[in-house]
């Protein structure tokens, strides 16, 4: 951990100490709860993804449950297809495990949607979860140093220069949807894409929505690696003729807990 990242996690501590860096914190995560998008960060501009703005975008997923219940295969696909992309290191123990995308059971995905007798799929089979790129997002507001953002498109990027480590933005996320680099991650990655950064000790990461690839007019390496089955489409939520505006207007939809007001972008076909 660098000289710069150090000093300020003294200052942070100290001023926890004191009473006062809990405070800040609570009330930046406070402030805005349960409101429209605002603008939160430095890439954030007056044209911001806002949900029916007209000209806008704003990136969002669906997720088939049902079709990663019937084919595994399919959920391994779209983790090694996003890990490897992203130089994801696989650490031999679980504690230091960094998760981009990973499949869970409905109830550690779905927690505020208890079912005393769940039905033999959704308690044996797994479904994928990633960040979920909310339209509202803790994680900006609460970085104290705007190493987490909001691109105009909706999608919540990462400047991994700019973490000094604070894990902030972990406490911050009600989703669990970020990893935390105890260890020197490089050592531990089996084939280096040299296309994509790696990352180094005492840095935040999580899924960016494959913004890289986005931007050049591709798809995620998730949605390419599952294309066939359609078990993951990704689009525009802000274009009525999109196909993933379609798949929603067809099909019951749920996402994780909605009710926090975080706006997720993620849906789930159930």
């Known amino acids: 951990m660098d000289t ?18 809990g405070t800040a914190v609570v009330d930046r995560l406070v402030a805005g709860a349960g409101m429209a998008q605002a603008n939160t960060g430095e890439n954030q501009g007056a044209a911001g993804a806002v949900p029916g703005k ?17 084919d595994p295969g399919l959920g391994e696909k779209a983790v090694h297809a996003c890990h490897q992309f992203h130089n994801v290191p696989n650490f031999p123990e679980k504690r230091d495990e960094i998760k981009w995308i990973w499949m869970t059971k409905f109830e550690n995905a779905f927690p505020e949607r208890p079912n005393l007798y769940p039905d033999e799929e959704s308690a044996s089979k797994k479904l994928p979860i990633l960040c979920n790129h909310c339209d509202n997002p803790p994680c900006v507001r609460a970085c104290p140093t705007k190493a987490t953002f909001r691109y105009d498109d909706g999608i919540i ?25 105890w260890r020197d991650p490089r ?7 040299h296309d994509y950064p790696t990352r180094t000790r005492g840095v935040v990461e999580k ?27 990704f689009g525009n939520l802000n274009d009525p ?17 909605p009710s926090l007001g975080t706006l997720p972008s993620v849906f789930y076909i159930v």
């Open 4 to 21: 710069n990242r150090r000093n300020f996690l003294k200052v942070a501590g100290l001023s926890t100490l004191a009473g006062l860096g």
């Open 54 to 70: 007209p000209g806008a975008i704003r990136y969002g997923m669906i997720i088939d449950i049902k079709k990663f219940y019937q």
């Open 157 to 181: 990027g990462m400047d991994y220069h700019r973490c000094i480590g604070c894990r902030f933005c972990m406490a911050a996320c009600p989703y669990g949807s970020r990893s935390f680099n």
């Open 187 to 193: 050592p531990f990655i089996a084939h280096i894409n």
């Open 207 to 233: 899924c960016n929505f494959c913004v890289e690839l986005v931007q050049a007019g591709k798809m995620p390496a998730c949605v390419e690696a599952v294309a066939d089955s359609k078990a993951l489409v």
């Open 241 to 257: 003729n999109s196909e993933i505006r379609k798949i929603l207007k067809e099909n019951h939809t749920i996402q994780r807990n």
